[in-house]
């Protein structure tokens, strides 16, 4: 991926070079054309085309904001419910997940998602201890948006 | 225009300021450290967020000036928050604090944890290897 991205620069600046226009536009425009010619010769590169991950990586951030303002507001339901209704617990989550990056941010994400913590991590990195505020609807939701988690996280490393 | 983006400007930080009153009561009503970090990693950071954003907001269109520092702020709090909670609850769990009562289930004890100090040794060589 960085070297896709170093041919797109260098192609940005050849092609400032061959304008002779030294303007920040002008490096835009050969960047674009840069992509263009990547596009184009993606057979010949190693790996994937890498916009191709640029935009798994932005649609991995909005659906990180939303599952933010999701958790609050289960959060902010079960704070101030007058009774008390919560039944937490800590449940083990296998993850297909390799390297310690792609781990730590999922862990981040887990995290920041509706009424789910992560505490602990197994020491082969295969296994997410995950404390959760209702275990019940925890189990099944908790899974699926791992699996969206875990997907999306994919799509930008591989 | 400049109307309506002040109204919006408030309703940002006003809303980030309930957060972070709701994460207090969260604090106070809680049952234990688990729960608690609960609220404090997730409605404190949206809360501290929406202040940030609307501070930005406002020196934005009020002075046209446009503040970095407080998007890496936002950044920043967005990155060591959740590992803050993650940590607190993790050396709660291993110095042995219980948990609620109520709880209804707790895998991590079935996690095996190095017992001697030979153990721990070993683990790490194996981490540092790996």
Redesign the interface.
């Given at each position: 991926m960085a070297f896709q991205i170093l041919i797109n620069v260098v192609i940005a600046f050849s092609w400032m070079f061959l304008k002779n226009q030294w303007a920040f536009p002008d490096f835009i425009i050969g960047y674009f054309w840069g992509l263009v010619i990547l596009f184009l010769m993606r057979r010949f590169l190693p790996g994937r085309f890498y916009f191709e991950r640029v935009l798994a990586a932005g649609r991995l951030f909005f659906l990180f904001l939303r599952e933010l303002v999701l958790a609050n507001v289960q959060v902010i339901r079960d704070i101030l419910r007058p009774k008390l209704k919560i039944e937490p617990g800590i449940f083990a989550m296998p993850t297909e997940l390799k390297s310690e990056w792609e781990i730590t941010l999922l862990s981040l994400l887990i995290t920041l998602t509706p009424g789910t913590l992560v505490m602990d991590i197994s020491d082969d990195n295969k296994i997410l201890y995950i404390h959760a505020m209702n275990i019940p609807d925890a189990d099944q939701a908790v899974a699926e948006i791992k699996n969206t988690f875990e997907k999306a996280i994919m799509e930008v490393t591989r | 225009m400049t109307e309506t983006i002040n109204i919006f400007i408030g309703i940002v930080v006003l809303l980030g300021s309930l957060?972070s009153l709701?994460t207090t009561?969260?604090l106070i009503?809680?049952?234990?450290v688990?729960?608690r970090?609960?609220?404090a990693?997730?409605?404190a950071?949206?809360g501290v967020l929406l202040i940030l954003v609307g501070a930005l907001l406002y020196f934005w269109f009020a002075d046209n000036y446009f503040s970095a520092r407080l998007v890496l702020g936002i950044v920043f709090v967005f990155?060591t928050a959740?590992?803050a909670?993650?940590l607190i609850?993790?050396a709660a769990?291993y110095t042995n604090v219980p948990?609620?009562g109520?709880?209804?289930?707790?895998?991590?004890k079935?996690?095996e944890r190095p017992k001697t100090k030979k153990e721990v040794e070993k683990?790490q060589k194996?981490?540092t290897e790996a």
């Open positions: - | 957060l709701v009561i969260g009503r809680l049952p234990d688990y729960t970090s609960h609220a990693s997730k409605s950071t949206l990155i959740p590992v909670g993650h609850s993790r769990y948990l609620w109520e709880t209804v289930q707790d895998d991590l079935t996690k683990r194996v981490h």
